[in-house]
């Protein structure tokens, strides 16, 4: 609920008085830059803490003040109320800032103006919102030119302010605005908006406050203070929007940390050809090499630069027209990154010739590019190797392995754009980002392309390959966010018009339509038509280091779910040490198998059945043959048949002969997921589970025989809930064993039902191992099916804030996590030293590996191609429990 227009004229008188209003008692919700460097980022979110930061350190910043982050909280938890005492708080903090500046806010004559912006305690690219030039009104305009001598100044000043303040606090549809500029520009024979005189402004100006009385139904407010009150407000709102709520649940943000709001005094980059605005990095951010970094434009606004409306000229080209203000600019860099020891991510401005920074925060940078300035810090002593280890988002390094175009392809590019952001991805056309969200959720592979992309596309981002632009830079929010998600990104490419009436693009001279494929390459900027051979990239030698010092720091062993040859070749080559699940029946789906399965099913008794899995048996030798020798020396647990056997079988409508459809039918389950399936096979059919023992055992001679080394031969029985399964199961693997020879072998089970879990000390009787399935112990201890839950309600608990995380995905820690405490308690009271690990997807997940290593497991097993990010995330748990030790000795 908004608040009255009583509470909004409080706000109005005491902003304009000279007096300093003495606070009420109780909390604090504001702070000058100069006075907040020791209150934290939590308190001051980033951009105030960074404000406050550079203040006390003696860089050039305007002055200002912060609103916190608990005013932001309480502001929600009061129903959208400014919680009391806040606006004399802001009244006495806008007081001192007219003193600083020698300018009054509201002033007819000379205004002091000021932007509003937001700043969470967690980076948030381009989520919330800023307004620029608040202060400025029809009398204050006149004020501002003939102060600055510049009426086309002042103009653009105000046409800005009444656009931003549309779109954040009136509601207005920004293309709107978008569309009159174009128009305008059109009539007036002009391309840039720079060419627009003050005249034109002043006509522009006029339209704007038409479209914002058509759509806010309400006349633009001309008192600044109202204007200051509502643009709060509106930042504050801009925390629970809906684009915001996806990137939160995307990078794992809570959603109660609330926005800071950063007051700032005006400084202008768009007052003429002395004057402008940029973002630099004090490294590059895509590939992480030393020197300064970005972009910047004459003559402009900072929103000109991240919004893609006018192409920028690159920072090195910033010592041409600016040399006085690049020197200073290159030397403030410098302090910052030894201050932070971190690459920083800056905006400045110059206003006629005068440096300014606005903003100083850790950048977002690619996998390839954290990775490099990690390393090099290290070299530079700046840095241990433990904080660089822990500076990688463990999830970043999946970029790292994202494909790239066929260095042999043979292809033509049709355009081409800035490399804003690494990799290769082929898909479909779409051009909006609601379909590439409903596409991509089923499964389509899609390419987003847009003229320029905003915060409101980011859930179409998330869904989609890759992205292209036809306007932005390097610092556009595309770029920064595709670098962000390791997703590749073309900005910028001038060669792609698009016709959004009739849904069709142009690429270089190749028309095309929605839904076409085409191809980019967001390492080199190309843009192809139609699809391009794709390979997986290759690791460098930062990505080596960084991980093998990681493997010096960890615990917990990290291995990898292999069920081929290949697999476990790949898995070995990301550094696996060993294989956690090895799926036995993926290789039964192979198509000179499944006939011999299908027979084994089909069987009318148990010696027809041996008959056909004696077929078998040479077959399942050999792919065990070969996975011993890919992991040659390490340990390899293999899972004995899991599935029910009607998923060997067609569909009913597909059987190929009466026979078949009454076997199908006979197999049929209500539910068969908690039906015939896993050790309850081998217990019905052992003959199956003989086999599968004899065939192991076989392989694991014949590979020691060729190479002298012995395999680490694991055998696991799954589903076991109850200790006598698991004792006839051993039993009936020992003797197969022993018939075939005395090769070494161990025999555990999968722990994944919630009685294997309370009776883990009974069942670790028969077990030489546990390895926990929580895909499956998620499922029954949550009670959801996983392909119905992910195709049903799952995306609506999470959009509701029911779950916060997929718990396929992420750990359900307080449930199944409990659970797997309980087990791991009760088993090591029965063998202290039984070998524990996981073998789900949660195996490569980083929040549930630092989970396994704090519940004291032995390994984590995941996909081959996250074993990089589980050897890093292993080596994190590690540095994190080493943390909490020295602060509790401390204390």
Known sequence: MAPSVASEQRLVKTAKIDVIIPLRMGERYVYDFS??????????????????????????????????????????????????????????????????????????????????????????????????????????????????????????????????????????????????????????????DVDLGADDLEELIAGFKQIYREDADSEFPQDPAVQLAAAIRAVFDSWDTPRAQVYRRANGIPDDLGTAVNVVQMVFGNKGEDSGTGVAFTRDPATGDPGPYGEFLANAQGE??????????????????????????????????????????????????????????????????????????????????????????????????????????????????????????????????????????????????????????????????????????????????????????????????????????????????EGDVITIDGGTGDVIVGAVNLVAPQINEDFELLLGWADETRRLRVRANADTPADAAKARE??????????????????????????????????????????????????????????????????????????????????????????????????????????????????????????????????????????????????????????RLRELTVRTAEEEGDGAYSCGTMIELPRACVRADEIADHADFFSFGTNDLTQTTLGFSRDDAEGKFLTHYLDEGILRQNPFETLDQTGVGELMALAVERARTVKPDLKMGICGEHGGDPSSVAFCHRLGLDYVSCSPYRVPLARLAAAQATLAESSVGAVQAAT
């Open 574 to 727: 990301f550094g696996a040490e060993g294989i956690g699940l090895c799926r036995t029946e993926h290789m039964f789906m192979a198509e000179d198998r499944l006939p011999l399965v299908r027979a084994m099913i089909m069987a009318s008794g148990e010696d027809e059945r041996r008959d056909a899995l004696a077929k078998l048996l040479p077959h399942q030798q050999e792919d065990f043959e070969g996975i011993f020798e890919a992991m040659a020396g390490l340990p390899v647990t293999i899972r004995l048949l899991d599935p029910p056997l009607h998923e060997f079988l067609p569909p009913l409508e597909e059987a190929e002969s009466p026979e078949m459809a009454r076997r199908i039918r006979a197999l049929r389950e209500a539910n068969p997921m908690l039906g015939t399936r896993g050790c309850r096979l081998g217990l019905l059919f052992p003959e199956i589970y003989e086999m599968q023992v004899r065939a192991i055992i076989r392989a694991a001679t014949a590979v020691e025989g060729r190479t002298g080394e012995a395999p680490l031969v694991e055998i696991m029985h799954p589903l076991v809930g109850f200790a006598e399964e698991l004792r």
């Open 304 to 513: 000109d630069v991240v919004a893609g409306i006018r192409t920028p000229q690159p920072i090195a080209q910033m010592e041409e027209r600016f040399p006085e203000a690049h020197r200073e600019l290159v030397e403030t860099m410098r302090r910052l990154e030894e201050h932070y020891r971190e690459m920083q991510d800056i905006e400045f401005t110059i206003e006629e010739g005068r440096l300014y920074l606005l903003q100083t925060r850790s950048g977002k940078r690619t996998a390839q590019s954290a990775l490099r300035i990690a390393v090099d810090m290290v070299d530079e002593g700046v840095i241990s190797k433990d904080e660089a280890i822990g500076r990688i988002d463990p999830k970043q390094l999946d970029q790292l392995l994202h494909p790239m175009i066929d260095p042999k392809a043979d292809f033509e590019v049709a355009a081409k754009g800035l490399n804003a952001s690494p990799g290769a991805a082929t898909g479909k056309v779409v051009l909006d980002a609601d379909s590439a969200e409903d596409r991509g959720r089923r499964g389509e592979d899609v390419i987003l392309v847009r003229w320029e992309t905003t915060p409101d596309d980011i859930h179409g981002l998330l869904e989609a390959r890759g992205v292209l632009t036809a306007q932005g830079g390097m610092t556009s929010h595309a770029a920064v966010v595709a670098r962000g998600m390791g997703k590749p990104c073309v900005a910028g490419c001038e060669g792609l018009t698009i016709d959004l009436d009739s849904r069709r693009l142009k690429i270089g001279k190749r028309e095309l339509a």
């Open 35 to 192: 006075e907040g460097s020791d209150l934290g980022r939590d308190l001051l979110g980033g951009k105030g803490i960074g404000l406050a930061e550079m203040t006390g350190i003696g860089i050039p910043v305007p002055a200002g003040f912060t609103v916190t982050t608990a005013a932001c909280v309480a502001y929600m938890k009061e129903g959208r109320r400014l919680p009391d005492g806040l606006e004399d708080e802001v009244a006495e903090h806008m007081s001192r800032l007219a003193e600083t500046a020698g300018k009054r806010f509201g002033d007819s004559k000379d205004p002091l103006l000021v932007s509003v912006r937001s700043g969470a305690a967690v980076s948030m690219p381009g989520m919330m919102d800023t307004i620029l030039n608040l202060g400025l009104n029809d009398e204050a305009v006149e004020g501002l030119a003939q102060a600055t001598g510049n009426r086309r100044f002042a103009y653009d000043a105000y046409r800005r302010l009444v656009q931003m303040y549309g779109d954040v606090v009136g509601g207005v549809d920004a293309h709107r605005f978008e569309e009159a500029i174009a128009e305008l520009k059109k009539r007036k024979g002009v391309v840039q």
